[in-house]
């Protein structure tokens, strides 16, 4: 007889393979349960159902800002979705882009590439500024930027060169109005801008040969169109890594190109370094924004060693981030004052009044002209040209009762934000009257602080952001601002706009992730001088 005392009414007592089993559900099951507790425990906001591998990609067209626009809209102002696997926070109100902008700003000073997949075609892809981590390498480029490159003091020793290619331009589009010949606005102002950045940044080389902003614009052209051609999923989906279509081939291929002709450009630099030393810095053969660049690459003393292809990028994400964002900003003001005529006429009264008609507006005109700067500032809010602001973060952090992690992404989506009926009455009109005066009482539910007209470019308020806000804020914004400005004053002052085949402009956006015109700007411009 089996003496073991089994008390079998004692809770304690348990069958030999039920306790084998016991210990094998619980060594198997507890850290997937301690997962799905952890898992469980992180809020994630609302977002569209995914679809397997692909998540939302189906639900994103090809005009991005606009698409996530149309989602916000269903699922709210912040939402989670998935670009392939990759998740990402989609931010679309002021209130929360403050948070993330201006509460949070150091926690959200990081970036990612937005094409991430593209990044395998970037033969430069460690040494990006604008896809930099928060870090020393960004902190010193952007310390650089705006002490040295292109702020205060070194704008305005550039002064003469905005001035002379503006000059530049108005005088080819007199030639076209003598000869009754229509332009393509886009490219007009596509070079303007071009050869503008161009002679700051490499101004001796420019001096020397005239053809060389444009040789710039044609590889950076071929480049870009390189990348569009990489389609929507070939850089979001999962097939990204293939490259089936051999698009990333051909893109580093035109990378390269471009690489050879900016080594030959340093080696001369270089080599003729000490030619140029002695000359002042208001010479036209003074310190170039290469020059700087060149001595910091030089200085063992430097903050931090900067390489050669730290350059190469740098010139090359000025050349993408500062040519067509001032282009096309300039081509929807005269695209708007064309389909508006009463805008336009308060406009030219304005001009008419301030400068008169012996001489062409100038720089220093711009302060005195109030309702100038309500129009760029309007089309700034209806076209912004970097409608999306991405932001990855580096701490844990809780935005509106979600938890954001390290490493997580975020879209704000600036196009969304500047077109929220809670701030913006009839945000689809073109109403620079809105920058003037101080908005009608709040009925309609719109905050009783609601100063447009003293919303700046500082991105204090984020309800108005077309250069961003914070840290990782645009740092070409006063060269911007003073480019549109004068060449808007100086396109309206100088020519009357007549339309090629109709009597207004499609303003269509393109494609793509840019807030960039579709169809390009033909029209006629009239001389309202003898000449300039
Ligand atoms: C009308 C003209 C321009 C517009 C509308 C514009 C807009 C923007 C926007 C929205 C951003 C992102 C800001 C953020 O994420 O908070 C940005 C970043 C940047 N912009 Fe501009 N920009 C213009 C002109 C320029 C020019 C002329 C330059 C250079 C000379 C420039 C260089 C840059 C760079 C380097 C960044 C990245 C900064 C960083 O990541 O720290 N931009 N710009």
Redesign the pocket.
């Known amino acids: 007889m089996d003496t073991t005392y089994h008390d079998e009414s004692s809770e304690l007592y348990l069958h030999p393979w039920t306790k084998i089993a016991t210990i094998l559900l619980i060594t198997l099951f507890l850290p997937l349960l301690c997962i799905s507790t952890t898992r469980s425990k992180t809020r994630n906001p609302p977002g569209p159902r995914a679809l397997p591998v692909i998540g939302h990609l189906h639900l994103l067209s090809a005009r991005l800002p606009k698409s996530l626009e149309a989602l916000s809209n269903i699922h709210g102002p912040i939402m989670r979705i998935l670009m392939g696997p990759t998740p990402v926070y989609v931010i679309s109100d002021a209130a929360t882009a403050q948070q993330i ?1 201006k509460a949070h700003d150091v926690d959200f000073s990081s ?1 990612y590439p937005l094409g991430f997949g593209l990044s395998r075609f970037d033969i430069y892809d460690d040494s990006s ?2 896809n ?1 981590q928060y870090g020393p390498y ?1 902190r010193f480029m ?1 310390k650089l ?1 705006m002490t040295q490159l ?1 702020a205060g003091p070194q704008l305005g020793r550039f002064v003469h060169i905005r001035e002379q290619e503006t000059s530049k331009l108005l005088e080819s589009l007199e030639k076209k109005s003598r000869l009754g010949e229509p332009c393509d606005l886009g490219k007009e102002l596509s070079g303007l801008a071009n050869c503008i ?1 161009c002679r700051m940044v490499m101004g001796k080389r420019c001096a020397e040969n005239p053809e060389l902003p444009s040789e710039i614009r044609g590889l950076v052209r071929k480049m870009m169109e390189k990348a569009a051609k990489l389609s929507f999923v070939e850089v979001f989906g999962p097939l990204k890594r293939f490259d089936v279509l051999g698009n990333g081939r051909r893109l580093v291929a035109a990378t390269w190109e471009y690489d050879r002709v900016m080594e030959e450009i340093m080696r001369k630099y270089e080599v003729d370094g000490d030619v140029y030393s002695h000359r002042g810095e208001e010479e036209e053969g003074g310190k170039d924004v290469m020059d700087i660049l060149l001595e910091t690459y030089r200085d063992p003393n430097a903050e931090l060693k900067l390489t050669r292809n730290h350059i190469k990028k740098l010139f090359l ?2 050349f993408f ?2 040519v067509d ?2 282009a096309a ?1 300039i081509q929807f003001a005269i695209a708007e004052l064309i389909n508006n005529p009463k805008i336009l006429n308060r406009l030219r009264q304005e001009i008419d009044t301030v400068v008169g008609s012996t001489r062409v507006l100038q720089e220093a005109d711009i302060p005195k002209l109030p309702y100038l700067q309500a129009i760029v500032k309007e089309t ?1 809010r209806r076209h ?3 409608p999306l ?3 990855q973060c580096n701490v844990e952090t809780k935005i509106k009762g979600y938890d954001i992690k390290p490493g997580d992404r975020i879209i704000i989506n ?1 196009y969304a934000i500047m077109r929220d009926t809670m701030t913006w009455k009839d945000p689809d009109e073109f109403v620079p009257e809105r920058f003037l005066q101080p908005p009608a009482a709040t009925e309609s539910g719109r905050d009783s602080d609601t100063n447009i007209y003293q919303m700046d470019y500082k ?1 204090q308020d984020c309800r108005f ?13 006063s ?2 601002l003073i480019v ?1 400005h004068t060449a808007i004053g100086g396109l309206v002052q100088c020519f009357d706009w007549k339309v090629k085949d109709s009597d207004r402009i499609d303003i269509k956006l393109v494609t793509g992730y840019s807030g960039a015109m579709a169809l390009p700007l033909i029209c006629y411009p009239i001389s309202r001088f003898d000449s300039i």
Request: aromatic content about 12%; some cysteine; overall charge positive.
């Open positions: 902008l970036k500024f604008v930099a960004w952007k930027c292109f950045i994400e000025i981030a500062g964002t001032t900003t700034f912004p040209a970097g602001l991405r932001r600036a991105g952001l077309p250069f961003g806000s914070g840290r990782r804020a645009c740092p070409g914004t060269h911007g549109t």
